[in-house]
């Protein structure tokens, strides 16, 4: 059974860093993707940043140079380590896992993490 967990949200100010964790289980890192997506207030979930099976990570054009995600197999747990944070960047933070089955994707998310960046 496949369960993340995400942590770490929090009040931060503008300009601050902070950490998610999001702690797996079930999950194969070299065999399943992991990404973290936001949804603020009113507006739609998007897509933050990924880290492949083979370790290749993408992030959106948006938090570029502030954002590293990274992954501890030992701990089966996927870090989104922010700096100079925003206001604009106040959103849920959802973990997701996505698993190639007979050619398609299964889709797992956890509940979700709340950041809130003060101007």
């Known amino acids: 059974q496949v369960q993340l967990v995400e942590s770490g949200g929090g009040l931060v100010q503008a300009g601050g860093s902070l950490r998610l964790s999001c702690a797996t289980s079930?999950?194969?890192?070299?065999?399943?993707?992991i990404s973290w997506y936001r949804q603020a207030p009113g507006e739609e979930r998007e897509l933050v940043a990924t880290?492949?099976?083979?370790?290749?990570?993408a992030y959106t054009d948006s938090v570029k140079g502030r954002l590293t995600i990274s992954r501890d197999t030992a701990k089966n747990t996927v870090y989104l380590q922010w700096n100079s944070l925003k206001p604009e960047d106040t959103a849920v933070y959802y973990c997701?896992?996505?698993?190639?089955?007979?050619?398609?994707?299964?889709?797992?998310w956890g509940k979700g993490t709340l950041v809130t960046v003060s101007s």
């Open positions: 997701n896992a996505a698993r190639l089955v007979r050619g398609t994707y299964m889709n797992y």
């Open positions: 880290i492949s099976p083979s370790g290749y990570t």
């Open positions: 079930g999950i194969t890192f070299s065999s399943d993707a």
